[in-house]
Every structure is written in structure tokens, then in C-alpha cells.
């Protein structure tokens, strides 16, 4: 019997762990090349832009022109997009299936994701278009302005609002409900008209609400869990050089079996390293270009430089922290009461509980507002590719059909929803990735100008400012 769910997943494995693989570590590979490993060598400047707070006499992150983000504001809108189940849930998958060994493949892939990052944030700044509700870029104004090609554009954004509606308003309130229900026995429907409420009163704001939740919820659960999996790894450090040790071995060689754990190959390290790698910071697939494009700023390349450390956050720092909690702990092959193997959040927060019992709980909460902030992110996509489509006037109607959406989420059965939203986010890369290497040209002229305006006056407080090509509409 013709089963549409196992075909869709089937198919959804090929596209993550084939095509898009090689286009998005090719085109990683070539920007590096082209721009000189700038995602390495600015890394600290990235870093300094977001947490160094800035001199008086320059435009400071948190001031904009009264519709449009800061520059924090939009790259936190762009990590709590990228920042979700997966950064937790995600991770642990991939070493229960891969093992240590695809948190090596994760750390690489991250390393091209951020100049690629970099790229469609520039683009985005460069190409995008001044309206009514201020200056709007994202792939689609990209692929218009920047290349003339208007239908490849449509179909960026139909592919972004079908993924807004699975992995923003439907999956996040399910995988929500899912978790308060085991560990807290809470009723399914009361989480997922709680979530409807409070996406409502976030999203029915606009544009300035959403940027202001992210600014705030997204450094708070950041850092919250980021603090807790450092004091596990200190309390846990007579096992971090064995951790580096079965990560950078199992890289190469695969891992053999232990406990529950039933092994893996090297190359199976690999594939998942990289699709969860990819699917943790989401570089290349078009949503962090559509956050970068709100930005209070005329940089492009700066804009690039803020979309570097959020990649890094998102994969070095957060993911990273998830896989080398459950590697110092020991989590990885332990089982259920049932004899399952241990997996997904499961794992994470075992190997959180490790240290104080508390802190799973510090993981349940963070896939919580992790998993709200990434519903917000989304509402913002979907939204402004409407609007690209069929108006301004469509925003009002897309965020009461989206609301609605986070509360019907938990009434689906969420295999086939992820993996058409899954489809409909690689394919959403296709034409964003293509409009970048098209472009890149224009992004090492972009690149170049402001690294030598940087080293003329590295001290003077004073802006750099690129080329941009805003369009009046």
C-alpha cells in the first residue's frame, strides 16, 4: 500500500543528505576561497560588533529609525529563527545516530555556513526595497533587484510560507505540547491555546513586537542554558579531553558499539553532522536574509558581520554545549526503563540531570522558549513573502491564520508536517543560493571596501558604510 508520509520522509532524507548538501558546502567552499576565509579571520570583529557595546559618536545597535530593527534586534529575530528543537532535540539525535564523531562534521560545516551566512545578509541589505513600513530585504528583493529574475522570486516565497506554516506555526507548538505532556502532564490543548494566545499578542504588533521579543527572550534562554551546560562540563572536565578525543576519532573512524548504542560509521557521522549542522543555524536557506533585511542600517557588509557570530552562536556555542554535555556525561547508549535507546531531548536532559537534577529542567524550559521564539521568527517570514506576493494589506489576515495555525498544531500528526516543511525549507535554498553565487562578485566588492575602510580608521568611532542599492516602491 502506497504510504505518502514514508515517501515524503524518504525523499526529504535525500534532498537534506544530497543536493542540498553538496550546493551549500560548494558554495560554503567558494566564498571562503573567494573572500579569504573573512568568516575566520573577522570572526573576533563579529563578535565585537554584537557584544562590545558601541561609542556614542556611531549609530548605536538599539536605535532605529522607528520601523525597521536595530541591528541586534534583527540578527536576534534571525537566531530565534534558527534557534529552536533543533539546537536540542536535533543534536542529540545525530549522536545517537551518528555518534561523537558528527559534532566534528557540524563544527565544518558551520565554518562554511558562516560566510554563506554572511553573503545573503550582505545581499539582503544591498538589494532591498524602501516601502511604507520601511526598508524590507530578504531573498526575494535579491533575486528582483539584484538579478531581474521575478519568478524564481515567487516561488522563494510560496516555498517560505508553506515552511512558516510547518516549522514555525504547526511542528514547534506540537514538539511543545509533546514535551509539557511527559514531563509535566500537561493537556495538550491548554499548551497550544497558551502558545496561540501569546504568538497572537506578539504577532498581531508587527514587525517591532516580534523584533522586541527576540531581543529579549532569545539572550535570556540563551545564556540561561548555556551558563547551566558550562557548569556541567566543570563539573565533568576530567572527561573533556576523552570528549574531543572519541569527537575527533569518531570523525574519521566511526564509533563502536557501547551500551544500548548500536555504533556508527564514519560516514554516517558525516551525514548527519552536517544535516543537523545545516538545519541548527539555518545559513543558506534564505530565513536569515529575510531577518537581516529589517536592520536600521545602510552596511550591507557590516550586516554580514552580525550574521558571522550569529551562525557561530547557533552552532558553536548552543549546539556544541548540547553535544558535549551528553559526551562528558556519559548519556549516549543508556536506555528507557523500556529498553528503548535513549534519544532526542530525552538525552539532553539526562545528561544535564547529571549534575543537578534541576537542570533538566532547565532543558524542558529552553525547548519551550526556544521553540516559542522560532514560532515568532517564522510568523515574520511568512508574513513579509505574503506581502511580497500580494500586498501589505494580506499581513493582518496571515497572522490571525498563522495564530490559529500554533493551536491546530497540536492536534497534528507531526511526521508528514515536518517533512513537507522540511521539503518546502531546502527547496526555499535553492533560489537563495543561487542568487548568491550569482552575486558574488558584488559581495567581495562590498567586502573589500569595508575591510579598508575598517583599517583606515579602526579607532574613530566613525561608520563604514557600503554601496547600498535600496529601492524606492
Known sequence: MFDITSYLIDFKNFFWSG?????????????????????????????????????????????TNGKQLSSFQSLMT???????????????IALSIGGYGALFWMWVIAIFGMVTAYAEALLSIKFRKQGGSGSLGGPMHTLVNGLGMKKTAVAFCFLCILASFGIGGTVQSNSVAAGLFEVFS???????????????CVVLGGLKS???????????????????????LFVHRQYLGEAFFLIFNGAFSGQATSGAF?????????????????FANEAGLGSLALAAGTADTEEPAKQGMLAICGVFVATMLICSITGLTIAVTHVLGTSNPDGSL?????????????????????VVVGLVFFAFTTVLAW?????????????????????????????LGVFIEPHLVWALANLANGFMAVPNLISIFRLAPVVEEETKLYLAKLKQAPASGSQVVGHTSTISG
Open 210 to 232: 516580534i523584533g522586541k521579543a527576540a531581543g529579549v527572550l532569545v539572550p535570556f534562554m540563551g545564556l540561561l542554558y548555556l551558563g547551566a551546560g558550562i557548569v556541567v
Open 78 to 92: 534571525g537566531l530565534a529563527g534558527a534557534v529552536g528543537t533543533g539546537n536540542i532535540t536535533g543534536i542529540a
Open 19 to 63: 543536493p542540498l548538501l553538496v550546493l551549500l558546502i560548494g558554495l560554503g567552499a567558494y566564498l571562503s576561497w573567494k573572500l579569504r576565509g573573512v568568516q575566520l579571520r573577522y570572526l573576533g570583529h563579529s563578535l565585537g560588533l554584537v557584544f562590545i557595546p558601541r561609542r556614542s559618536g556611531s549609530r548605536r545597535q538599539g536605535s
Open 379 to 407: 510568523a515574520y517570514y511568512g508574513e513579509v513573502c505574503l506581502s511580497f506576493l500580494f500586498g501589505s494589506n494580506t499581513a493582518k489576515f496571515y497572522r490571525l491564520i498563522y495564530t490559529l495555525a500554533v493551536f
Open 262 to 278: 548500536l555504533g556508527a560509521s564514519a560516514m554516517a557521522a558525516i551525514q548527519q553532522g552536517v544535516s543537523n549542522g545545516i
Open 342 to 362: 535513549l534519544t532526542g531531548s530525552a538525552l539532553t536532559i539526562a545528561a544535564f540531570s547529571k549534575v543537578f537534577p534541576s537542570f533538566g529542567y532547565i
Open 186 to 200: 500537561v493537556d495538550p490543548k491548554v499548551t497550544g491555546f497558551v502558545m496561540s494566545l501569546l504568538t497572537g
